[in-house]
């Protein structure tokens, strides 16, 4: 499989404290590489990062559906128990005339994170591959306008406080979609402080 490192190749590159322009040997020779003139720092090598990113996206991926395939929690109050998932909470807004409430929970903890899971998947599946993935500058983009809409995390805040207060009147049983968004909100920080944009970009060229 190929890796982000598969080419040597020598790149201009500007210092962003001093604007020194300097020659950039890629894969670098240090994981830091210092500004010759003022020694800040202008490029962190993060090898193997593109694999690293596709792990952590298949991870979340698998953890994503387990919590939209199951009950988030469930209530019993005197022995009547009704339990909701993540679709069923969009539907129940919908049905009780707040859509634009019921649109913008879609669209932030349904829409848009299973887009960004399967576009990385997409672009970095088959960059590994060896291929260029078609549409990808495109896809890119779309990827870099969509990330600041996804607020899953937001979401299981917002249950933990419902949590909390129905306690006080009911037995709330946890379901396993609760534990999965446990799980997945850190999976996901870590993939995506993983991705690196510049190494995909290079990756890219190096497809041509």
């Known amino acids: 499989m190929p890796t982000d490192s598969a080419t040597e190749a020598v790149e201009l590159i500007a210092c962003h404290e001093c604007d020194q322009l300097q020659r950039l040997h890629y894969p670098p020779r240090a994981r830091v590489v210092r500004c010759c003139r003022c020694g ?36 019993d109050m005197q022995g009547n128990v009704l339990s909701t998932s993540m679709f069923g909470a969009v539907a129940h807004l919908w049905t009780t005339h707040v ?10 903890t349904l829409i848009v994170p299973s887009l960004t899971l ?27 306008l969509s990330r600041p809409w996804g607020m899953i995390e937001v979401y299981l805040l917002g249950i933990l406080v419902s949590v ?15 534990w999965a968004l446990v ?10 402080g993983s991705i690196h944009t510049d190494l995909i970009w290079r990756r890219l060229e190096q497809l041509k």
């Open 40 to 75: 800040a720092e202008v490029y962190r090598y993060h090898p193997d990062a593109l694999n690293r990113t596709l792990a952590l996206t298949v991870a979340s991926l698998l953890l994503f559906i387990v919590a939209n395939a199951f009950p988030i929690v469930a209530i």
């Open 99 to 108: 859509p634009i409430v019921a649109v913008l929970v879609a669209l932030t």
């Open 118 to 144: 399967l576009l990385l998947i997409y672009l970095l599946g088959l960059m590994q591959l060896g291929r260029r993935p078609p549409g990808a500058a495109e896809l890119l983009r779309l990827l870099h």
């Open 164 to 178: 909390v207060k129905l306690m006080a009147y009911a037995a709330v049983i946890p379901g396993v979609s609760l």
């Open 183 to 192: 799980l997945l909100i850190p999976l996901m920080a870590a993939m995506l």
